[in-house]
């Protein structure tokens, strides 16, 4: 008997390793690479061989999500993170999707604004970043070419200002289809500009943007609207995270802003909800919160989840039908072959938290395989 056969044998049980639909594309398995950032581009958010090759390592995941993405110089809150707005950005994407592509791959791009999770020193001439209303992230620093250093208090938008967040949405569209991705992911998570503007933490406008849950929920329906213009709806995807505390956000009622927003999403026909489940990194079921199986059973595409998932958890999910797609992040940095070795049960390495988001292919793309190979 040979080893494959070995392996076959003993491989577990699951539909999570069974191909799916999304949108146009057959998924070879339900596993998802999560958007991890890891901080290697160079100073002008341009990325190359390095990112091609760890993201072609990783490409037997059904799905890549790639690290959040800078839509706009203004969008930027982390140094070394890329973008998605100059000819440079989107050239040197190109070494990536075509990386993933030619090892059978599907990789969407998330388009990302942080909004006040930045720092002046981060921005074109040195400005305030901008959030929906002047509210500092309370205990949060932003990583800084001179260091860590606390966030500022950010200069409120004005309304007719808008549209150019808008637009920043759909330029960064545009440049992620020149770049050769699959679709896109719009960042509506974690505490950043979109959410900034959902949670009444954050948002205290009186315009038509603040105030309301169909007000707080009107710039994300807006983005929405905007980027499936660039991209079939079925090629869309959006990242939400309705109990999550990271960078200090927060809703007084969650439940209520995120059933209506599934509801308005619904008529998109979107690919994919993919939802943090819980505190981002944390608690799966923080206190206060509200069963978000609500939003999976409101929602009419696929329904992915995320956060702390193992093996088990993952099968699990399955078993019992808790979600369409599993999503794994620090799992993918150290284990490039995630998937074979979540099949055949083999066990994980651990990931250096000291090269998370430093450095160069130490750390990146130097974790083996089960095979050996790097
Ligand atoms: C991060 O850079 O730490 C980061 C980026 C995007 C997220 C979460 C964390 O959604």
Redesign the pocket.
Known sequence: MSLNTVANDNAVKSDLFDPVKLGPFTLTNRIVMA?L?RSRADDEGVTGDLQATYYAQRASAGLIISE?TNISPQGKG?IR?PGIWSPQQVEGWKKTTAAVHAKGGRIFLQL?HVGRVSHSDLQPGGVLPVAPSAVRAEGVQAYTQHGFKPLETPRALDLDEIPGIVAQYVHGAKCAKDAGFDGVEI?A??G?LLQQFLSDKTNRRTDRYGGSIENRTRLVIEVVEAVTREWSADQVGI?ISPLTK?SDIGDSNPEPLYVSLIDQLNPFGLAYVHVVEGD?GGERHPAGGFDLQKLRRAFNGLYMANNGFDQQLALDARANGLADLICFGRPFISNPDLVERLRSGAALSEADQATFYAGDEHGYTDYPTLSGAA
């Open positions: 958007p950032t959040a982390y993170t990302w960042h998570a974690n950043y990242r990271f981002t």
